[in-house]
């Protein structure tokens, strides 16, 4: 008879953040797998459970699998968890619980902690349709991209970004997506939580004139509405578009988008003007 997978929250700051059913099953669980065992030993400890932890990360998540869909195969109660918040979530353990659907064994949630949730709900910006998109790329170019692509979705935009990458990313942000509301979530849970509300460039302006910015950051992004008339002259608008690392032809054609125009029309305007 096969085993139980559990998929189990855990705090994403605050120790306090974690359900009674996620404490019992990690006490009860024959082994868990823990994104860092390090960091998970701290929550264990905090409520004494005295459990196997074994490591799962993406750089061993292959190896790793096939060892616990082995150990779940043979009746063990495997729970899994992250560094913080709910598995699979932009942290490990697709391969874990693809692997044992497939091979019917139980999986079982346990839900609780998510940045992504309670940075939307305390956000200010509408909750009724929203899109998370991960990790924002590192690249200026790849970002902005990433962001061209979202541009007319009518949906809040949430993203993780990493504390050194915040001040670049709301520059692409305000390039490419003009004045919609930003808000930047910091530290959730935490002493020093943080929620910076207003424009990608006030934000930006804020977090650019401290010394460093520290901790886990979660950047949400208004919805999608209708542009606003824009009388920059069409070469301007291109090249300052390819100053944030969008091709010229992506350039283009968001040009055209915002100006309610074909891609060929402002192509050729272009060729005029040149």
């Known amino acids: 008879m096969g085993g139980l997978l559990y998929v189990v929250a855990t705090p994403i700051g605050n120790l306090e953040d974690i359900t009674y059913r996620a404490v019992r099953v990690l006490g009860e669980a024959d082994v868990i797998a823990c994104e860092d065992t390090r960091q998970t030993r701290k929550l264990l400890d905090h409520y004494g459970i005295q459990k196997p932890t074994i490591s799962y990360h993406e750089h061993n998540e ?44 139980a999986v079982q949630t346990i839900p609780g902690p998510s940045a992504v949730l309670a940075a939307l709900a305390a956000s ?21 991209k990433a962001l061209e ?4 979705a009518h949906a809040t935009l949430i993203f993780y970004e990493a504390p050194h990458r915040i001040v670049e990313a709301l520059e692409t942000v305000e390039q490419v997506l003009g004045s919609r509301p930003v808000v930047v979530a910091r530290e959730l849970t935490k002493l020093h939580e943080e929620f910076l509300r207003g424009s990608a460039a006030g934000i930006r ?18 919805k999608a509405t209708a542009p606003p008339v824009d009388d920059t002259p069409l070469d301007e608008a291109v090249d300052a578009l390819m100053r944030s690392g969008l091709p010229r032809m992506d350039a283009i054609k968001q040009v055209a ?16 003007e040149s």
């Open 62 to 105: 292959l190896d790793r699998t096939t060892e616990l869909v082995s150990r779940l195969a043979a009746g063990a109660v495997v729970a899994l968890v992250s560094d913080a918040g709910t598995p699979l979530v932009s942290d490990p353990g697709y391969r874990l619980v693809h692997a044992a659907v497939e091979m019917g064994i």
């Open 205 to 222: 302006a804020q977090l650019a004139a401290r010394d460093s910015v520290k901790g886990e950051i979660t950047l949400l992004i208004g």
């Open 257 to 272: 988008r915002r100006r309610g125009l074909s891609k060929r029309e402002v192509y050729d305007q272009l060729l005029r």
């Open 124 to 144: 200010g910006l509408p909750t009724d349709s929203f899109y998370f998109g991960g990790f924002l790329p590192a690249k200026p170019g790849q970002r902005a």
């Open 149 to 152: 692509a979202l541009a007319e």
